[in-house]
T-cell receptor, first 114, second 113 residues
Framework: EAGVTQFPSHSVIEKGQTVTLRCDPI?????LYWYRRVMGKEIKFLLHFVKESKQDESGMPNNRFLAERTGGTYSTLKVQPAELEDSGVYFC????????????FGQGTRLTVV | GEDVEQSLFLSVREGDSSVINCTYTDSSSTYLYWYKQEPGAGLQLLTYIFSNMDMKQDQRLTVLLNKKDKHLSLRIADTQTGDSAIYFC?????????????FGTGTKLQVIP
């Protein structure tokens, strides 16, 4: 069975441009999470989907970030316009039930804004 | 918000034991976790402990939890070069019926042959 996959693995964009990250969760997993790690710092929660609904988006930094999960399958995270401080590694995780003990992570997307 | 703190680096010799420490602030934590991240890979759950336990052992891994001091540790016995990675401590607490997870900064473990 395929794990959590993220696209692209790396992205380098200029300040002011738009970038869209994608996460394909494990099939059947209702819960999908986005996290971000800025260089050398902690991994920070961004938001949590249950199916297509946003259960918790308290970690989204500002309105330049837009996450969607149409149909409750894959999710996208769009940053528009990107700023230098948005650079980091964006992780996606999915789980079948609310207990995070069964969550699986993708390999992450490394975003560099120059 | 809740905080999870770890030291940034640890260097050990192959065959020795490694102990990675973590402190957290959330007194209502449900679970505490240790994740491993190898270069270019995602986070892999190594082990977790329920907050009402004080120890869990799984092969070479031993997790100790001191709930009073909010201190968690991960001991890796007979450390191997393949254990070189970043280790993240995390805690979760109930939030609206779901577990909301807070991670630390990660400890980079370097194993010297």
């Amino acid at each position: 069975e395929a794990g959590v996959t993220q696209f692209p693995s790396h992205s380098v964009i200029e300040k002011g441009q738009t970038v869209t990250l994608r996460c394909d969760p494990i099939s059947g997993h209702d819960n999908l999470y986005w996290y971000r790690r800025v260089m050398g710092k902690e991994i920070k929660f961004l938001l949590h989907f249950v199916k297509e609904s946003k259960q918790d988006e308290s970690g989204m930094p500002n309105n330049r970030f837009l996450a969607e999960r149409t149909g409750g399958t894959y999710s996208t995270l769009k940053v528009q316009p990107a700023e230098l401080e948005d650079s980091g590694v964006y992780f996606c995780a999915s789980s079948q039930d609310p207990e995070f003990t069964e969550a699986f992570f993708g390999q992450g997307t490394r975003l560099t804004v120059v | 918000g809740e905080d999870v703190e770890q030291s940034l680096f640890l260097s050990v010799r192959e065959g020795d034991s490694s102990v990675i420490n973590c402190t957290y602030t959330d007194s209502s934590s449900t679970y505490l976790y240790w994740y491993k991240q190898e270069p270019g890979a995602g986070l892999q759950l190594l082990t977790y402990i329920f907050s009402n336990m004080d120890m869990k052992q799984d092969q070479r891994l031993t997790v100790l939890l001191n709930k009073k001091d909010k201190h968690l540790s991960l001991r890796i016995a007979d450390t191997q070069t393949g254990d070189s990675a970043i280790y993240f401590c995390a805690e979760s607490a109930n939030s609206g019926g779901y577990q909301k997870v807070t991670f630390g900064t990660g400890t980079k473990l370097q194993v010297i042959p």
